[in-house]
């Protein structure tokens, strides 16, 4: 059993990752500072942080049960959407002053047509996400940033000017800089942190004031510097895969001897991989350049099968992995073939990988175990 | 037919569509023997089907180019460009002897696709990974209306894939927003463009303009019709139910029959047949039978619809009025222009096809369509198959739920897969028929 991250940095990120609504949201809201809800790693946080907005990425941590939103989805939509709207419909969301939402995936965009239907928040405007990332894509998507830009403005009497977006941008790549630290340490022998921890940090980033959590990491990184995990785990392990926002699945990889070491999932490694070029002259454009063209993306993007594949695989070796665990959620048809792709793909590269399916909430983790556990013993760990 | 002797058989795929035109050959003969008009139109069907097959053969057969392309993404570029086409789309549709659909389901699974994933992208990703599929000179991908198509697109370009050298064009949908605004069918037509340029570039034929808009003027003629039969379907008692029209309609106008004139004789044929059914009294149900009008909101369950639609017709005098590919919200191109073509077909990819003009946009479309189909048909019942791989209509169940409720008929929810009758075994389909009407009143 490793010693816990004594910070206290870390301490208050884990507090921001355990459930909703938190204290550095309510310390926000407290001085009057308004949040902003957004679905999916593709929608740019500089543009709600140039606006004088919190952005906090939906999630349904600590959701109960999916009872509600089964009344408005079917048992054949995943269990992430039914979650948000079950907490959505029990006013777990008030603490929001508006929602962002995107059609990154077919169940994602109708929790939009659902969210207007039940009038769930004041605020909710939908992007429209192209499916390929060429510069005619570029081009639109930048339009669709320029929409919700004027969108915000309207809503939330603020003015979002272009000095106020470079420096968004200037905080985000520092958040970017920052994450890329921790991840880095990662790949010693003996990593400083756990992939639960990193984790917990991550989503962390998505739940409080920039400036703030950048304040956060880099007091964490001067403790993770001569830190050394105790354990001694079988298998370094690479997770890549869709919404994964809940370190207790990490931490039932690394029960059974699995560290992960990196990730190539959205609340993770996909989140700050590169930075947004603050050398474009126009942010709109940098902005929509990065979100649809830089970062790697989701198989959502039909044009980047190639460059996933190499992104995984680059990663995998880069940090050293013994295997990969692909996880996806039941019912999510893009990672369910991407999954079928990459097993041919890694088995090519040689590198071992477990195709994992998972509902949002982790509970019962012994399958959880046992298959990671036989995976790690295929690999002769 | 072509000579086997002659006959060049190292594509897998092509072998498969020589093996299909014979089969629709062979039904359309067979059952040309009934001598009943309504079947010997349906007969013609399965002609157009063998005729858009042999096509393909020939050009292969010839070393001529031919492509993919789909229903949504410009279909009348194929005849204006000299280029036969297919639909890649197509495997559980067309499916016929070579393996039952029950083997090719199975089959996808054991290969490594879940069984949560829709049973169309499986059995059509299944089709190419076993080579299946004719190679063709280039191909016009088509990434929506859901998830699943993007991924078949990218299992068609993976490296363990024999397309995986096809030059591959995806004309965006990147708008979202359903209500055809001009600057997202701008946006959809300058994708078009792109992609006629594209098959220049890779088949070497050239779009001339004046021929398509012969062929629009001709497809247009399809859509008039459809229209004018569709609104012959409004009578009561409905002439028709789940054999004819519907979906047929779509599969005509849009895949097999796009801009020919033989199929516009057809859309004529059918017109006319239904004008005399409809002045002379006759429906679908046996006289004496309350008729149940209803409306199949999602795709037809074409591999099984025999199974349980005659029997409703028979057991209750509920008759599929209506089904959401049979559903006709196109209007005709104006080929007045260069620009309006390019637009009009943007506007008819996007905005008009049936699936696709609900699934890409918001549910208020799905909305909207179920306020026109219920009071234009007189609707009763509106039946939501629950199609297991249709997330994004999933997606909106409890909205349409309400809309029922708000348009005072019945919302009858069954649960199945569309293609797979195991899912939910027809017994159990009947069963919850049998349930819902007596709960409703209706037995």
Not at chain 1, 86 to 110: H, K
Not at chain 1, 181 to 207: D, S
Not at chain 1, 328 to 357: G, H, N, R, S
Request: charged share 25%; proline share 5%.
């Amino acid at each position: 059993m490793n010693t816990p991250i004594k910070s206290e940095a870390f301490s208050i990120m884990t507090q921001a990752t355990a459930g909703l609504e938190n204290p550095a949201i309510d310390e926000w809201k407290a001085q009057g500072g308004k949040t902003i809800g957004y679905f999916c790693s593709m929608l740019p946080e500089e543009l709600f942080l140039a606006g004088g907005l919190l952005p906090f990425r939906m999630r349904a941590t600590g959701s109960e049960g999916t009872d509600g939103g089964d009344s408005y989805f079917t048992n054949n939509n995943c269990t992430f959407v039914r979650h948000c709207f079950s907490v959505a419909l029990d006013g777990g969301y008030d603490f929001l002053d508006g929602v962002v939402v995107i059609n990154s995936c077919d169940q994602i965009r109708r929790l939009y047509d659902n969210w207007l239907h039940k009038d769930i928040s004041p605020f909710v405007h939908m992007v429209a996400l192209p499916r390929q990332s060429g510069p005619d894509q570029v081009e639109w998507y930048t339009g669709e940033f320029h929409r919700l830009r004027k969108s915000i403005e309207e809503h939330f009497k603020v003015e979002i000017t272009d000095k106020g977006l470079r420096e968004a941008i200037a905080v985000m790549n520092e958040t970017r800089r920052l994450q890329r630290e921790v991840y880095e340490l990662r790949k010693r022998e003996r990593p400083p942190i756990t992939g639960a921890e990193t984790m917990a940090i991550m989503v962390a980033g998505t739940a409080m004031p920039k400036v703030r959590y950048n304040e956060l990491l880099r007091e964490l990184l001067t403790e993770l510097e001569t830190r050394e995990l105790e354990t001694t785990y079988r298998a370094r392990i690479m997770v890549t895969g869709g919404i994964l926002d809940d370190p207790t699945w990490m931490e039932a990889v690394e029960e059974v001897g699995g560290l992960v070491v990196t990730d190539g999932t959205c609340f993770g490694g996909r989140l700050m991989h590169c930075d947004v070029d603050e050398d474009i002259v126009d942010p709109m454009e940098a902005l929509s350049q990065y979100y649809l063209a830089d970062r790697p993306s989701c198989p959502r993007m039909i044009d980047t099968q190639v460059k996933r594949k190499n992104y995984t695989v680059d990663l995998a070796r880069e940090f050293n992995c013994d295997g990969i665990i692909g996880e996806k959620m039941m019912f999510c048809d893009m990672w369910q073939v991407e999954q079928f792709m990459m097993t041919m793909d890694l088995k090519e590269e040689e590198i071992p990988f477990l195709k994992l399916e998972r509902e949002y909430i982790t509970s019962g983790t012994g399958q959880l175990k046992t298959r990671v556990q036989a995976f790690i013993e295929t690999m002769g760990k | 037919m072509t000579e086997a002797a002659e006959v060049k058989i190292d594509d897998p795929g092509i072998q498969r569509f020589r093996e299909e035109r014979d089969q629709f050959t062979n039904l359309g003969a067979m059952i040309g023997l009934i001598d009943d008009p309504e079947v010997k139109l349906n007969v013609r069907i399965t002609a157009f089907v063998a005729k858009a097959r042999q096509k393909i053969v020939d050009a292969y057969e010839q070393g001529r180019p031919f492509i993919a392309n789909n229903y949504c993404t410009a279909p009348e570029l194929g005849l204006a460009m000299d280029l036969p086409w297919f639909m890649l789309f197509d495997a559980p549709f067309t499916l016929m002897g070579r393996q039952s659909l029950h083997e090719v389901i199975d089959e996808s699974v054991a290969m490594g696709l879940g069984s949560d994933l829709c049973t169309a992208i499986r059995t059509n990703i299944y089709y190419v990974e076993k080579n299946l599929v004719p190679v063709p000179t280039a191909a016009v991908g088509f990434v929506f209306p859901c998830d699943g198509m993007p991924m078949l697109h990218q299992v068609m370009g993976h490296s363990s894939s024999s397309w995986r050298d096809v030059p591959l064009i995806c004309p965006d949908p990147a708008p979202y927003f359903a209500d055809g605004n001009i600057e997202s069918i701008d946006y959809f037509a300058n994708e078009l463009r792109k992609t006629a340029a594209f098959l220049t570039e890779h088949t070497g034929n050239k779009l001339d303009m004046d021929k398509l808009k012969e062929v629009i003027d001709e497809s247009n003629k399809h859509y008039e019709l459809w229209q004018e039969y569709n609104d012959l379907r409004r009578a009561v008692p409905a002439p028709h139910g789940h054999s004819m029209g519907g979906q047929t309609c779509y599969s005509m106008a849009q895949i097999f029959g796009v801009g020919d004139p033989d199929v516009t004789t057809w859309f004529q044929d059918l017109v006319d047949l239904t004008e005399e059914k409809v002045a002379a009294g006759k429906g679908v149900i046996p006289e004496g039978k309350k008729e149940i009008r209803l409306f199949w909101f999602d795709l037809n369950p074409t591999t099984f619809a025999d199974q349980f639609m005659p029997w409703l017709e028979e057991e209750y005098g509920a008759v599929m009025v209506m089904d959401m590919l049979g559903y006709h919200d196109y209007t005709t191109i104006d080929t007045s222009s260069e620009e309006e073509i390019w637009r009009g077909l943007a506007k008819r990819g996007l905005f008009d096809t049936p699936m696709v003009r609900q699934s890409i946009g918001t549910a208020d479309g799905f909305v909207k369509d179920l306020h026109r189909v219920v009071e234009d048909f007189k609707i009763d019942v509106v039946i939501w198959p629950g199609h297991m791989g249709h997330k994004e209509m999933l997606g909106t169940y409890g909205i349409m739920r309400e809309a029922c409720r708000e348009l005072g008929v019945h919302f009858f929810d069954i649960r199945m897969d569309i293609w797979d009758d195991r899912y939910t075994p027809i017994d159990q389909v009947k069963d919850k028929f049998t349930r819902f009407f007596e709960a409703a009143g209706y037995a």
